[in-house]
């Protein structure tokens, strides 16, 4: 007798599969260090993730886009920053048409020339990107540019508001620095020295670190003997001797930076930023005689008389 069991086929009703959920991610920015230690990061990402639960979408916890301490008025964020790798992803479809992108402001976006900034949102929008500015709860799309003239003229307003600020901003700090530079004969331009060298608490000027400075000595000393930046610095570590700041040897390239130091015979070189060129580039501006030195100038000459290729040998 057959005992398998028997199947009775019947009428089986299928559930449709629930409607996908539109993609969204979130896009967070500030422009110092400071708002990372305030609310700035807390405050964006509670913002995306509450508009996300009113409005049914899928917020994407894992791909997240943060520029954290990246100013967006020369558009670092676009170019190099995650800003770019979202645009980059949208570009090569990894990102999908219908997906949202969710911002605090349009500020957050760029604060580059008015025009700039708002070519940057029609881009975005003409990929198929819908962009949400959580601040005034706007919703920009290509439709919406085109159709919408208010719109248009919304995002205009808030990009010349956020280019004047930054640019007003950083009219101040070159004011402030070109102020320091002036001064810097009498007090110290800036906290930052080389590692054989200690502010002193009244920040009235520097002071010699005895144990270091007696390592600079002898790096100098060995390197007019003829020895060379590698087997200094092997010496160095075979020796023990700690390191200057954060590095765990010393390396080669660390001791070619002494060497060519201006601050061991007490000169300081002022530098101010260029952008004009659409990067940042370091000028030189007047040396200033106030560090403490431990190099006769005598020694300096000694060293720019020795052929390159001696201070690098083996």
């Known amino acids: 007798m057959d005992k398998r069991p028997i199947v009775v086929l019947g009428n089986h009703h299928h559930e449709p599969p629930p409607p996908t959920r539109p993609k969204a991610y979130s896009y967070v920015r500030f422009s110092t260090p400071e708002q990372e230690k305030g609310d700035s990061l807390r405050r964006q990402t509670a913002a995306a993730e509450a508009y996300a639960q009113r409005h049914g979408l899928d917020l994407d916890d894992l791909l997240t886009f943060r520029d954290l301490g990246v100013s967006a008025y020369l558009g670092a964020n676009e170019e ?98 070109e102020n320091k530079r002036t001064n810097a004969k009498t007090k110290p331009l800036t906290s930052r020295a080389p590692g054989w060298l200690k502010l002193r608490e009244d920040r009235s000027g520097f002071d010699l670190i005895p144990g270091r400075a007696v390592i600079v000595r002898r790096i100098f000393e060995q390197t007019l003997e003829g020895r060379g930046q590698h087997a200094i610095a092997e010496s160095l570590n075979r020796e023990g001797v700690p390191v200057f700041g954060r590095g765990k040897i010393w390396h080669r390239s660390y001791i070619k930076k002494m060497l060519e130091d201006a601050s061991v015979v007490g000169t300081y070189v002022p530098h101010r930023a260029d952008r004009s060129s659409g990067k940042k580039v370091r000028i030189p501006t007047q040396p200033v005689n106030r560090r403490p030195k431990f190099a006769r100038r005598n020694t300096n000459r000694r060293m720019e008389r020795l052929p390159r290729r001696d201070h690098a040998r083996l």
């Open 80 to 177: 190099a920053g995650r800003l770019g790798e979202f645009l980059a992803a949208v570009e090569h479809g990894d990102i999908k048409p219908g997906s949202y992108l969710l911002v605090e402001s349009l500020d957050r976006l760029s604060r580059k020339k008015p025009r700039k900034a708002v070519r940057l949102l029609e881009r975005i929008c003409e990929a198929g990107i819908t962009l949400v500015t959580l601040d005034d709860q706007r919703v920009y799309t290509e439709e919406v540019l085109d159709e919408d003239q208010t719109a248009l003229m919304v995002a205009l307003l808030v990009a010349m508001r956020a280019h004047e600020e930054s640019a007003k901003k950083g009219r101040r700090v070159a004011q402030a620095w």
